[in-house]
């Protein structure tokens, strides 16, 4: 017998072990207790029956949760496969489709209707990949895994409020294995944070209503301190021998360290054009009185980004350097050759 099978065997039978599994609950206990937790919580008796009764227990999420890939990525593999250029001629064409909508919403929020495209683009592929499994099992489902139980039951009781507010039936509450949903990909918390009735009809429907989705993609940046007078960043050139000290630090601990980090590396482009930092064609940085981070998505040998306050906004949207690049990269794809 191989030494992991004995240890994992006694790990198996150890009394401390089976006190544990014997004291968790079934998951039709847990979500007995989460009705009764609903009903404390103000929602009505037969509102909780109806939405949290027949709640199946989905193992392919909790797999999902458990075995998400891990593999070796770079930005300049990363953004061919995320931005092709099918996808910027789509985003192009879907601007010049919904420019009146899109121009509409852009001035009504003060977002650039570019990034609007970009996010909506990059989430979903323009709404047609949304996912289909159903919130509210999904949720319970990893509420109950156990592992970021405070954080699924928040997104639980934010996913009744949606249902009981009427923004859209039980059977069509459907998204990603996590709770990301709709055509912008919000949890359920950031439904309720930034979610937007863009055509006054009483609901905000991310799920089919292009008014909607556009106008919470547009809240959601303004209410994270958008700027519409700037753009996200630049890519930009290192002279030979530029000190690292001078590129923001990558290892912060959640996103107060990281803005930390982005204030304490910030400069002006004045300061940044004194350093050496150029254009990528060589050219001296814009005139202009704009402060900037300089970023390193992968390190000292791969790209460089001046990233300018939006980019702030962006990585609260999703704190990864790859993704906002790929969203800034998009929106500058979109606006240029102007349309």
């Known amino acids: 017998m191989k030494l992991k099978t004995i240890i994992a065997g006694l790990i198996l039978s150890s009394p401390i072990f089976t006190s544990f599994a014997a004291d968790k609950p079934s998951f039709e206990q847990y979500v007995k207790g989460l009705k009764k937790e609903a009903i404390e919580k103000g929602f009505e008796p037969e509102f909780v029956e109806t939405h949290l009764s027949n709640l199946k227990y989905l193992k392919r999420v909790v797999k999902a949760d458990k075995n998400q890939p891990e593999f070796v990525e770079t930005l300049d593999t990363y953004l061919p496969k995320r931005v092709p250029e099918w996808k910027v001629k789509r985003a192009r064409d879907a601007y010049v489709e919904n420019r009146e909508l899109l121009e509409k919403i852009a001035a009504e929020y003060g977002v650039q209707a570019r990034f609007i495209v970009s996010l909506w683009a990059l989430e979903t592929n323009f709404g047609r990949i949304q996912g289909k499994m159903p919130i509210i099992d999904s949720i319970t489902t990893l509420s109950y895994d156990g592992r970021r139980e405070a954080f699924f039951k928040k997104q639980l ?137 300089l970023i390193m998505p992968d390190d000292a040998k791969g790209r460089m980004y001046l990233a300018y306050d939006n980019y702030k906004s962006l990585m609260h949207w999703n704190r990864s350097y790859y993704f906002v690049t790929s969203v800034g990269y998009l929106a500058d794809r979109i606006g240029y050759p102007k349309l």
């Not at 290892?251 to 304490?264: A, E, M, Q, T, V």
Request: proline share 3%; charged share 30%.
């Open 157 to 293: 009781w934010a996913s009744l409020q949606i249902l009981d507010e009427g923004h859209i039936s039980k059977e069509k509450f459907v998204g990603s294995w996590a709770g990301a949903m709709g055509q912008c990909q919000f949890i359920p918390t950031s439904f309720l944070a930034y979610a937007a009735d863009g055509d006054k009809d009483g609901k905000k429907d991310i799920w089919t209503n292009k008014t909607d989705v556009f106008a919470s993609i547009a809240n959601y940046l303004k209410q994270e301190g958008w700027d519409n007078n700037k753009t996200w960043g630049r890519q930009v050139m290192l002279p030979e021998g530029f000190d690292s000290k001078n590129i923001m630090a990558k290892n912060s601990k959640g996103r107060r360290g990281w803005l930390n980090n982005f204030k304490d590396n910030e400069r002006s482009l004045k300061e940044w054009r004194a350093l050496g930092v150029t254009r990528m064609d060589g050219k001296p940085l814009p005139d202009v009185d704009i402060t900037a981070a």
